[in-house]
């Protein structure tokens, strides 16, 4: 190991001798502190010469000046403010940064991006950022000019730290890593200076940030251990699956994070985190995004390698690639904003420090094993600390910068390529676009559709007259375009998001089991129509650029006296009852018709309306007609509940989802914990109660974590000012107890529904809330979050009030498979009075929507093997108990912001609270 890094400084001396960056000091104090926070080792090495000491700067301050400690010191985790502190100290002391905000997150806190580079680019900053936006859509540009801007455009390398908030090394990292790249005169650091812009996101989840900050000294300070108090909350909706929003942009975060990219348009997009040991480095196993191009595999190949080289070289442990994840979902979010922009999206996962701590390494031989794709295997038994990460991670980011620095054309060549073969697909080879009709059953969310595109930076266009275009090969049929309809064009060079989100998904089954979802088709998930253009004559088609958002006002024609709004099944339809104001809305019990048109059971019937009732319709993008004829059918007023949105704390990363669709669709709620149920009159003021899935057994989602040891606190304190924002108690690990379950059962029993998704689903079942209902084990089932087909069953029921008769697509992860076992016919037949045999049927568990009941009609999108074990099942179950209902999604009817298509199901069954029994 020595004479590696004897060898290292003689080459450098022997280059810059004579010059200034040969003589430049070293911070001597700050050095001794790097050395003494970096465990030793007889046989291994956990730092380079890289990192191991902090060159000296007169003018630009270090994270020891302004923090009082050099980042990886024990116990020191630094919050959100100190860390822009410090970034702003740097950008203000040194011509070689440059400050940018990057948005504020949903709590207020700023999200920030400082760009590093030597002072004549940082100077001509703009002049760079314009050249790269040319190579990143070259559409119109000359040979000469494409090479120009090969020879002279620096590429962008956008480095993020801590999306997720538990992985807390990359923050300080990063600070540090700043400082040395403005500051040092290394040939290493002024090599990616002068070729390199650098960008540096410190916290990218910066509300969770603090949150972990807070969690950790509360550990600290009660004694608990590293990790004693669990993250249960980090951003205000999203905790993990913050990273799980990169196809739909819901979350400010990564909203912030999609603007950023288009602004900059960075040629690398490397994102930081922890979990695995020591220094994983993505290529992943595969299987691929069908979208992501070819040159982008290689590169993340290319950079891995390197990086793994040149470590390995030095002698640190540990460091490989391959494994870990697939690279198949495009839903990570900062890779997915890159890959699916041309750009290398790419991350590592480095070992965690468990918060700013130190450990003696005891992993189980599947981490340790030394395997064909990781010949450097991590080892154990020996110390690893917060320093250790940071050494760890800030190595391989100097060695992968300064790859791309050297390597400068390269790169640029590879982004304009990916770019350019990104247009002549789509000139050369079906689908050329996508039409997305105008005039369609859900035209307003059609509309966000085709708003998610622009907010992806693919460009949308509006036709202006009428066309039609040819089915393709041997089909002569032809299909109508109007006047008004979105068009997506794919010769665009930032069309591989529209690509991916309208495809078909088809994950073998013998490929490595997924890493998260395989169907993620969005169209099919939202309900939405769009057409696939075979006929490349579209592209030639009159249209016109959108300029600003696509928006759907609904109408309201006619002059009688009762506003009759037809239900579509959407959530838009759905919520009509709350965006009325005072003003009551009565729904049609069966269909009817009137004025020649015929209604189905679900309809609105809105009397007397005032403006603002018209107002509210046509803002949904809903059609209503007045009528002046007189209505006869049955009709009963929709009675808005008070809803409770219940979380557990064992997790909130599902609740926050549905937490996050009622704000946006405006459903008031009151944010309540499982633990509040212990007390007998909980639910006395709420007549539904949303339970959203929660992991685990139901062992665990009634009595919550084990209780042993002290109460775990989640409380906002002095010391601790970023807990308890959203919800807060003095112990976070009982649940609901069997006290919790008696509340929630006679809170059904009086006439209250409470509401389940996906593994909450097994709690009712499991205790016996209902008898008639079960879930199935499944042995062959492979159903890992895909796109299945499903069908109604009790179309009485108002839970389907909206929807088609025919099947259609819902999103489902692989369990509850839930049973109805089949009424029993013979009782009738045994001469029971037919008023009990009618008691006994009101009261069973009723399919609402079952899975396809042919197995090879099951799958849309994703992956499947075994479905028929999934195949008629039931998918949404209505169990009367006592005067209330239980409503049993074994779906998850409101996923991520994906599923809107499922949305108004869940809705309906909440506005239709007291009216659920059906005939
Ligand atoms: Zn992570």
Redesign the pocket.
Known sequence: MKSIKLGYVAAVAGLFAGTSSAQQPIDSAYTARIKELTPTDKRWKFTTELVETLPASSTVPTPLKILGYVPGTIGKLSYVADINRYFKAVADASPRTKLFSFGMSDEGREMIGLVIADEATIQNLEKYRTELAKIADPRGLSAAEKARLIREAKPIYWLSGS??SN?TGSPEMLMELAYRLAVDESEHSRAIRSNVITIITPVTEVDGRDRMVDADKQARSLKLGPGGVPLVYWGKYTA?DN?RDGMVLSQKLSQNVMAAFLKWKPVVVHDL???VPFLYTSTGTGPYNDEYDPIVVDEWHILAYQEINELTRRGLPGVWTHGFYDGWAPNYTLLAVANLHNSIGRFY?TYTSRGADCHTVRLPATSTDRRWDRPNPPVNGVKWCIRSNINYQQSGALIALRYVGDHRETFLKNYLAKAERMIERGQRSAPFAFVIPRNQKHAAEAADLVNLFRAQGSEVHVTTSDFRLKSGGKDTATTAVSAGDWIVRLDQPYSATVRTLLAIQKYKVEDPPPYDDTGWTLDALRHVETIKAADSTILTKPMQLLATDANVRGTVTGNGGTLVVKHLGDWRSAVLPWKLGNARANVAQAAFTVDKVTYPAGTFLLENPSAATKEAVQSLGLTGVMSGSPITVAKRAITVPRVALMHSWLETQNEGWIRYAFDQMGIPYTYISDQQLRRPNALDRFDVVVYPHVSGPVASLVNGRPMIGPAIPWKKSAATPHLGKWDETDDVRPGMGFDGLSTLRKFVERGGVLLTTGNSSNLPIAMGFTSNLSVTTTTALNARGGIYRAQPVATASPILYGYDAGSFPIYFNQSPVMSVTPRDTTAENLGIDPAIVAAREAARAKVILRFHPTADSLLVSGILAGGSELAGRAAVVDAPVGKGHIVLFGIRPLWRWQSQGSFAMAINAIANWNHLNFQ
Do not use: A, K, P
């Open positions: 999306i997720h992985e993990h990273n985190h922890e979990s996962e």
